[in-house]
């Protein structure tokens, strides 16, 4: 990896004294402009970099985002690749999240509805590292739009221990939030065609 980062089994800093970032201590260095030109966000107190995003991934979001902020209305705000301050050491962002209305001038979210990540290389951290978080964090429901299956894995019942359902959902069928149950994404709809 270039600038800097190192990939390393979580096994591995196990032998090491880390010293992780408080959520606070993150949010003023970025307020310092400290990391203006990397993709990165906080996950359980280390610095993690964000995979950079292809057509198809873009895609996804842009249909995400068009989707539910029709069906939605004034329900939820509809985050896009924003933070949300998910206890002292956590500031993920997603690549879609419904979350609450509010102002959040002063402070990013600390709750959604849901919670989506969609996956392409992203894909492993996103089942094993993001869903943890999200689940641990209370969030109720957590999506994984997996562009190589052409899938979404809709993650329910949020607990210590990550998420006690997933369901799998395929190219030709429908999938509804549970927070807004009237609202039936087609999932053909938000993934590309192979080419």
Do not use: C
């Not at 600390?110 to 993001?130: C, I, N, P």
């Amino acid at each position: 990896m270039s600038g800097g980062w190192y990939s390393y089994q979580v096994s591995d800093l196990s032998i090491l004294a880390v010293r992780r970032f408080r959520r606070g201590e993150y949010d003023r260095l970025v307020d310092l402009g400290l990391f203006q030109d990397e993709r990165i966000e906080l996950i359980d107190g280390l610095l993690v970099e964000m995979s950079p995003q292809g057509a198809r991934h873009a895609y996804a979001v842009r249909q995400l985002t068009m989707l539910f902020a029709r069906a939605v209305g004034e329900r939820a705000l509809v985050q896009i690749q924003s933070p949300l301050a998910l206890g002292d050491d956590s500031e993920p962002e997603p690549d879609v999240a419904l979350v609450p209305p509010g102002d959040y001038s002063r402070a990013h979210p600390s709750h959604a509805f849901l919670v989506v990540e969609v996956a392409d290389d992203s894909l492993r951290k996103d089942r094993l590292v993001k869903a943890r978080l999200y689940a641990r964090a209370g969030i109720p429901e957590y999506w994984i739009v997996n562009l190589p299956q052409r899938t979404v894995e809709v993650h329910r019942g949020a607990g210590a221990d990550g998420y006690s359902s997933v369901s799998t959902h395929g190219a030709d069928q429908t999938v509804s939030p549970e927070a807004f149950a009237d609202l039936e994404i087609q999932i053909s709809a938000i993934i590309p065609a192979t080419t």
